[in-house]
């Protein structure tokens, strides 16, 4: 099954904008990316919630939900924290005690430690993406993975060849800073498979020849 | 009528890849960005050609270049040079004896020039977007302006709230390097209004209230 990532980015290309703290991790500004699916049904069902409109953003949302074995996220998407996690603020995470993910997460850090269990998601702290995307693909079964972020994390599962799939949400905004999704030096060969769009977001699907 | 920019952008952001040349304006990679347009009927038309493929992409290409009433575009665009023209190892500019505008140009310069005319194109040297602005809007008549490029020319128009509208043709590659479109602190508020695509490429179009 595929290695997918699907993230929200900034109509100017940033995944988060400038100056991210605990209280604001997505930086000025960036909460305002994820606006398009707050509301969705989807979005709500994972998130604990109810309710919601059902429509083809929604469905989209469903979709990777359904086909996510096992996730891989960079640390700073775990807890915006870094170095040791003596250090860190926020060692749990800001995932809460019922995070959305229900499938094993893989938590790219260089400072490992025991796995965490948070209501029906366990973290798993692991050195380096290849390492962390082995033990993902044995965790997916049958399903995929979600590279769900951030920007470094996707950079290095693109560099590494592992991406089958890149789904970008492009929302209809200017961050005018922060933290770029792809920096200088990304490099796949790409095509375009899949154009979905609402007024509120277009979603564009791309199949990586990463490895080609 | 309105101002609209329409340019095409690589996935990871870039107008033009790294290291541009005479020979090669659009750098390292940039000549792809526009595969998805050489093929078209359009496009063919414009530059005096026939035949071509009549498509959802070609349709896109005739209804910007019908709506256009004059162009305003950067210098680099015009001739990759700049500093004093005496300088400019291309001062008659790229676009041949029979360029595709056949519309009224204004070519952003702080090395203002008598104007150049080639074929049914007249260039007219202009230093700072407003005043060229304010030129194509009187010479465009009932018809747009078309904010030609490069990535300074639309962010100057973004910046001075010119434009009405914004439309990206995102190709399906990575230059991984070179020129931005959009630099850190671009800022406007933007709607997602129309999405078009091929395989060959995503056409995202928004409207844009920078004045507001």
Tied chains: 1, 2.
């Excluded at 109810?50 to 429509?55: A, L, Q, S, V």
């Excluded at 775990?78 to 749990?92: I, Q, T």
């Excluded at 972020?149 to 290095?156: F, T």
């Excluded at 970008?168 to 060969?189: I, S």
Aim: proline share 6%.
């Amino acid at each position: 099954m595929p290695c997918f990532c699907d993230i929200t980015v900034s109509l100017d290309g940033y995944v988060a904008g400038p100056a991210p703290t605990l209280e604001h991790p997505l930086g000025e500004g960036g909460e305002q990316l994820h606006e398009w699916a707050y509301g969705l049904k989807a979005f709500r069902e994972a998130h604990g919630g109810e309710g919601g409109e059902d429509n083809a953003d929604s469905r989209l949302i469903e979709a990777n939900i359904a086909r996510t074995g096992a996730v891989v996220m960079g640390r700073r998407m775990f807890s915006g924290g870094e170095g040791p996690w003596a250090d860190d603020p926020n060692p749990d995470g800001w995932w809460g005690d019922e995070p959305p993910f229900r499938v094993p997460v893989f938590v790219l850090t260089h400072h490992v430690r025991e796995p965490l269990v948070k209501g029906e998601t366990t973290f798993t702290f692991v050195n380096g993406f290849d390492a962390a995307f082995e033990l993902a693909r044995a965790a997916a079964g049958d399903r995929g993975v979600h590279v769900a972020g951030g920007a470094e994390a996707i950079q290095q599962a693109l560099a590494a060849g592992a991406l089958d799939e890149l789904q970008l949400h492009v929302a209809p905004l200017f961050l005018g800073g922060g933290t770029r999704l792809f920096a200088d030096g990304a490099q796949a060969k790409v095509e375009l498979t899949g154009v979905v769009s609402s007024p509120a977001v277009a979603h564009l699907t791309y199949s990586v020849n990463a490895r080609a």
